[in-house]
T-cell receptor, first 112, second 115 residues
Framework: GNSVTQMEGPVTLSEEAFLTINCTYTATGYPSLFWYVQYPGEGLQLLLK?????DKGSNKGFEATYRKETTSFHLEKGSVQVSDSAVYFCVLLSGGYQKVTFGIGTKLQVIP | ETGVTQSPTHLIKTRGQQVTLRCSSQSGHNTVSWYQQALGQGPQFIFQYYREEENGRGNFPPRFSGLQFPNYSSELNVNALELDDSALYLC??????????????FGPGTRLLVL
């Protein structure tokens, strides 16, 4: 079956530090990949997505590249801000009925 | 364009009771999926509805059931509540174009506490 392996947090960074959150997956076929973010007290929001190999998704300074050869979709940001503190989920979409598989989530805390 | 809405926002029930959670999908979307998110965990897929029919199911017992209405809104029903059912229940809507997998947009969730 499909699975998503995501680095466990919490991750604590100083403001303006470089962020990488690793995500690897196993899936049949050609999945779409997403990063969702959950800010404290809020619902899940789509951060970025990539629907085929070598696609790069980007939004709000975050980037992730769909690497089929390494089955990875690592999230990066060059300079994090306190407002980026949230839980980040790597998500895979595959299957005949849009089955979505979530990673465990990585909590990011950015300190001033 | 309105987003996905869910009601109620919070709910407290006791073991053995039944609960109904509601979801209004985003305008133009025809597919609704339900997820259970336990504290500190990622969401787990419960089931999906497309055009009023269940279109797929995760590893949840039959006491978790659902409905989708002609306006594409949806309900999640849980019978015989157990303590472990305490979680955040998320609804997500999307547009199914048949062969194309579309992005799911999530509601804010209903937090259920079973005592």
């Amino acid at each position: 079956g499909n699975s998503v392996t995501q680095m466990e947090g919490p991750v604590t960074l100083s403001e303006e530090a470089f962020l990488t959150i690793n995500c690897t997956y196993t899936a049949t076929g050609y999945p779409s990949l997403f990063w969702y973010v959950q800010y404290p007290g809020e619902g899940l929001q789509l951060l970025l997505k990539a629907t085929k190999a070598d696609d790069k998704g980007s939004n709000k300074g975050f980037e992730a590249t769909y690497r089929k050869e390494t089955t990875s979709f690592h999230l990066e940001k060059g300079s994090v801000q306190v407002s980026d503190s949230a839980v980040y989920f790597c998500v895979l979409l595959s299957g005949g009925y849009q089955k979505v598989t979530f990673g465990i989530g990585t909590k990011l805390q950015v300190i001033p | 364009e309105t987003g996905v809405t869910q009601s109620p926002t919070h709910l407290i029930k006791t073991r053995g009771q039944q609960v109904t959670l509601r979801c209004s999908s985003q305008s133009g979307h025809n597919t609704v999926s339900w997820y259970q998110q336990a504290l500190g965990q990622g969401p787990q897929f419960i089931f999906q509805y497309y055009r009023e029919e269940e279109n797929g199911r995760g590893n949840f017992p039959p006491r978790f059931s659902g409905l989708q209405f002609p306006n594409y809104s949806s309900e999640l029903n849980v019978n015989a509540l157990e303590l472990d059912d305490s979680a955040l229940y998320l609804c997500a809507s999307s547009l199914d174009r048949g062969s194309r997998q579309e992005t799911q947009y999530f509601g804010p969730g209903t937090r259920l506490l079973v005592l």
